[in-house]
């Protein structure tokens, strides 16, 4: 029995980018397209099967501590973008300056999609998304650097609408213009999640 609900929400891919060396900057490149293999993009800093554990999971692994690598992509949505960008009090936010993989329009609400949805390519290249991604300083920085004064107030606009985390299940390639289908968990939401946050 199929464990996975195809929908009729789509997403279009409007940018792509590639982060080559994190230790010299956050900031991502632009491509066309984005080849994927099982551990990620090709050539990106954030690739590979494994990767030490960071701020997000403390409180399941001590930092560094090798895992997993479930976050071989983050995905923003345009529409988001325009959020965050509004309440920065800035004309626009530059999809390289938050260091992401894909900007996608389409989706509403698309920071809040359910772990292990998928977003499915034309050629069968298919995205797992691990969780929401949340925002950092780390973007903040290099929005401080191109716009002096409004990096600071990045972290508090993003919260909630910073996009989401994903990994590659197939591999293929990602395109300028692609059109992702959204397939979700046919699975209800558990009924104790409110208690299990308190």
Do not use: Y
Not at 146 to 173: D, I, S
């Amino acid at each position: 029995m199929a464990a996975l609900r195809p929908t009729a929400f789509t997403a279009r891919i409007t940018w792509l980018g590639r982060v080559a060396d994190r230790a010299a900057t956050l900031a991502s490149r632009p491509q066309d397209s984005l080849p994927l293999t099982f551990g990620g993009p090709e050539a990106e800093a954030h690739s590979g099967t494994t990767r030490p554990s960071c701020s997000r999971v403390l409180d399941q692994h001590p930092r560094g501590t090798e895992i997993a690598n479930v976050r071989q992509l983050t995905l923003i949505s345009s529409e988001e973008m325009a959020q965050i960008a509004a309440d920065m009090g800035i004309a626009a936010l530059r999809p390289e300056w938050l260091g992401v993989s894909a900007v996608v329009e389409g989706i509403a609400d698309f920071s809040q999609l359910p772990p292990s949805s998928r977003l499915q390519g034309p050629d069968g290249a298919t995205l797992v998304i691990d969780m929401e991604n949340r925002p950092c300083n780390l973007p903040a920085r290099v929005i401080e650097d191109a716009l002096p004064g409004a990096g600071h107030t990045f972290k508090t606009a993003a919260w909630g609408r910073r996009g989401v985390t994903a990994w590659v299940e197939r591999p293929g390639v990602l395109r300028l213009g692609d059109v992702l289908r959204l397939h979700v968990p046919d699975q209800p939401a558990w009924p104790h999640l409110a208690a299990a946050r308190a």
